[in-house]
């Protein structure tokens, strides 16, 4: 795996690159966006890391340079800069995740693999279980035939869901994928659009799709899943 770490800060960028390399990246260190250009023309990268602090980053677009070089590339984006805005302004833009310094580097390394296991996981363009269709490309949702209408939000968090059916997926778990946000961040939000599904996807069934699991989280299906 090839690695572009696009970071100010020179000790934490050897740290980064000293860390990946142990998990068999190979690294390339950039300390200004100036240095994009100095790179050959066959350089291509499968992930690139890149500090937002970055010196030279245009202020109204900053990762568009990175963007168009490697646009087929996912992106993590690291940041001091807390806010809620700044996080949705990145990921709106093209980004794959948001890491706010400082951070465990451990979760980076997590994090990284968990964005290149979805960007190289076939897309399926339907899933079923059981009665239920969810066609990812058009977001059509139809159970027993019943076309359903979904928020964007309560869409993303059944997709979500779909990707482990069968399995329990964890609270905070969801919070972060989905809402990419820390999971101390938001309080019963996952059971407010848990019980919107419920109301939508298994009113009127006599075989509830969506099941809570007692400490753990909420899980989709059972053993009746195909797609």
Not at 115 to 120: E, H, M, T
Not at 182 to 201: A, F, G, H, P
Request: hydrophobic share 45%; net charge neutral.
């Amino acid at each position: 795996m090839r690695l572009l770490v696009a970071e100010l800060d020179a000790a934490l960028a050897e740290f980064l690159k000293t860390r990946f390399q142990q998990e068999n990246f190979a690294v390339q260190l950039l300390s200004h966006s100036d240095h994009l250009f100095s790179l050959p023309e066959s350089a291509s990268f499968d992930l690139v890391l890149l500090d937002l602090s970055l010196p030279g980053l245009p202020a109204e677009d900053p990762i568009r340079g990175f963007l168009r070089r490697w646009p087929d590339a996912p992106m993590i984006l690291l940041s001091s800069e807390t806010a809620v805005e700044e996080r949705i302004r990145g990921l709106n833009a093209g980004a794959d995740d948001f890491l706010v310094k400082p951070f465990a580097v451990a979760e980076l390394v997590a994090r990284a693999r968990a964005v290149l296991r979805r960007r190289s996981r076939p897309v399926q363009d339907v899933f079923t279980i059981e009665d239920l269709q969810v066609n990812r490309v058009s977001h059509q949702v139809c159970r027993a035939g019943r076309s359903i209408d979904l928020s964007p939000k309560e869409y993303a968090l059944l997709e979500f869901l779909l990707r482990s059916p069968g399995h329990p997926v964890p609270r905070n778990t969801i919070i972060e994928e989905v809402w990419r946000m820390q999971s101390d961040t938001l309080t019963n939000v996952v059971d407010v659009y848990i019980n919107y599904l419920r109301r939508k996807i298994d009113a009127g069934s006599d075989r509830p799709l969506i099941r809570t699991i007692r400490g753990v989280g909420y899980q989709i299906g059972g053993n009746h899943f195909s797609g």
